[in-house]
């Protein structure tokens, strides 16, 4: 099956600061989401983007399909931005719903 | 966004009792829910694809016998951990798809933990 890998595995930040996380898929997607579980374990969504760029607020998100990577930029972070940030993505040729996450990047961001 | 729904948040049982878990999609109709696990500090795993008026597809290593999912409705799915034992312990998430199709949408999620 795919392999998603996250990185950095661990990030920590002081306020204002900004991020780049990134996420690698081993083969062909249909589908890449990007997640934020907050403490509760609530899995947000921030983006859905197979391909190009998006941007919502403080965060954006690039995916280069061809290259098989995913970039999720962060800018002048909050410490309600800590949490866990979970990349997932859906294999092509396999059904919609099945997506493989990535092992996360646990970011925390002080005051 | 499309909003699911999960219930109880947190259960506590004792070992050998069975568990029901309930996911429901508030806003839309899902054929298709997915069920998810997740350790401590580990990321999910997905378990089984519910189908609504079909059985349930489950993943590899996934005993079906433990856990038994039900759709009984467009916009509602159980799990139920049957004989539950300490082992079982972990989050529950279950997730639909949107109006899209393609991005699904994660509820609140189950903690169980088994005594």
């Known amino acids: 099956g795919i392999q998603v890998e996250q990185s950095p595995p661990d990030l920590i930040l002081q306020e204002g600061a900004n991020s780049t996380l990134r996420c690698n898929f081993s083969d062909s997607v249909n589908n890449l989401q990007w997640f934020h579980q907050n403490p509760w374990g609530q899995l947000i969504n921030l983006f859905y983007i197979p391909s190009g760029t998006k941007q919502n607020g403080r965060l954006s998100a690039t995916t280069v399909a061809t290259e098989r990577y995913s970039l999720l930029y962060i800018s002048s972070s909050q410490t309600t931005d800590s949490g866990v940030y979970f990349c997932?993505?859906?294999?092509?040729?396999?059904?919609?719903?099945?997506?493989?996450f990535g092992q996360g990047t646990i970011l925390t961001v002080h005051p | 966004g499309a909003v699911v729904s999960q219930h109880p948040s947190r259960v506590i049982c004792k070992s050998g009792t069975s568990v029901k878990i309930e996911c429901r999609s508030l806003d839309f109709q899902a054929t298709t829910m997915f069920w998810y696990r997740q350790f401590p500090k580990q990321s999910l795993m997905l378990m089984a694809t519910s189908n609504e008026g079909s059985k349930a597809t489950y993943e590899q290593g996934v005993e079906k016998d433990k856990f038994l999912i039900n759709h009984a409705s467009l916009t509602l799915s159980t799990l139920t951990v049957t004989s539950a034992h300490p082992e079982d312990s972990s989050f529950y998430i279950c997730?639909?798809?949107?109006?899209?199709?393609?991005?699904?949408?994660f509820g609140p999620g189950t903690r169980l933990t088994v005594t």
């Open positions: 997730s639909a798809p949107g109006r899209g199709v393609w991005e699904q949408y």
């Open positions: 997932a993505v859906v294999e092509g040729g396999t059904s919609y719903g099945k997506l493989t």
